[in-house]
């Protein structure tokens, strides 16, 4: 059967909390990954409490992919000014994706004056920071959640607000705002201010407030792959270039949706039922039984092979043979001409 998404993302962020706590800071950290809420959160979570009490001065900046490692090394090795230890933040270099050789070796015995705080959106294991950092450091993936840890932010952050949610709003709400975070957040705060004399979000109110963010015309466009229509799935493709979505985070997407599928089937030639598939899933009922109808429309082969054809082209990508913005081109084009 295939295997069921997990994440160390929760018990990575209990140990930097009690990092947080306990005052024993790691030379380094790295956040990355797709989900840009959960990366700022960590990020600013980090910045204060490595800064403490210390003046601002004792932190530097450094952003963008033409930094250089040299004069990074060098304040590195400058004593914090009046303060326990000087902050390093380095965001979106590139670092993590292409390699850097000198600043790999510099963390092998770091100053012990100084933390770096690594901010990245892409990441390579293979690469010598990456395997520097982990050895050192610690690293957190930030991770799109999963319905049901979605479901968990979403129901508590209401609960905070004095505001009950059912679980059927909840999954209208994810079907219509998508699943980035920080639009997530956005629109919740405009449900509470909505709803502020009364203690329930309903569907109601959410059709009322929120908007069809991008991330749902993703979904439209994996569904539209999904019933095989080819000229729908390509005009929403095209509509969110141009609205520069990374094709990367469609891949992601995609390649999520057919893997559903594949375990969907499994279990419903098991004699599995709605029910049974949305736990085992970790989708609300009412998406169990359209992968349950969908899935129908597809052998086992069929769905095998697109899976392997999404995670061949993620490698061609990476390895730099494949166009990333073709790539999704001929997926979709494979995916709906069977």
Not at 247 to 271: D, S
Request: net charge neutral.
């Amino acid at each position: 059967m295939a295997a069921k998404k997990t994440t160390d993302y929760p018990a990575k962020q209990r140990q930097i909390n009690e990092d947080i706590q306990t005052g024993n800071f790691r030379p380094c950290y790295l956040i990355y990954g797709e989900e840009v809420y959960l990366r700022k959160q960590n990020r600013d979570k980090l910045k204060k409490a490595l800064l403490g009490i210390g003046d601002a001065m004792n932190m530097q900046v450094y952003e963008g992919n033409n930094l250089n490692p040299g004069e990074i090394i060098d304040m590195a090795e400058t004593l914090p000014f009046f303060a326990d230890r000087r902050v390093i933040v380095i965001e979106d270099s590139g670092f993590f994706k292409n390699g850097c050789p000198e600043l790999a070796d510099y963390l092998k015995n770091p100053s012990g004056t100084t933390a770096f705080l690594f901010v990245e959106s892409e990441v390579d294991k293979r690469k010598d920071m990456y395997k520097a950092v982990s050895k050192v450091g610690l690293d957190i993936n930030c991770e799109t959640p999963d319905e049901q840890m979605l479901y968990k932010w979403i129901a508590g952050r209401f609960k905070n607000e004095g505001k009950a949610i059912s679980v059927r709003a909840i999954a209208y709400l994810i079907n219509r705002v998508g699943t980035d975070m920080s639009n997530m957040v956005h629109e919740m705060d405009k449900l509470v201010s909505y709803c502020y004399e009364r203690n329930e979000i309903t569907e109601k109110d959410i059709d009322a407030v929120c908007a069809n963010w991008l991330t749902s015309r993703i979904f439209e466009m994996t569904d539209a792959i999904v019933l095989k229509d080819q000229a729908k799935a390509m005009k929403i493709y095209y509509e969110l270039l141009a609205l520069k979505t990374a094709p990367e985070q469609i891949l992601a997407l995609v390649l999520r949706q057919f893997n559903q599928l594949l375990q969907t089937k499994e279990m419903a030639e098991l004699g599995m039922n709605k029910k049974d598939v949305a736990s085992k899933v970790g989708v609300h009922p009412f998406v169990a039984e359209k992968l349950l109808g969908w899935s129908r429309s597809y052998s086992m082969n069929d769905l095998k092979d697109a899976i392997d054809m999404c995670l061949s082209s993620d490698e061609a990508v990476k390895t730099g043979r494949l166009d990333r913005f073709i790539s999704i081109e001929m997926i979709i084009v494979k995916s709906t001409s069977r």
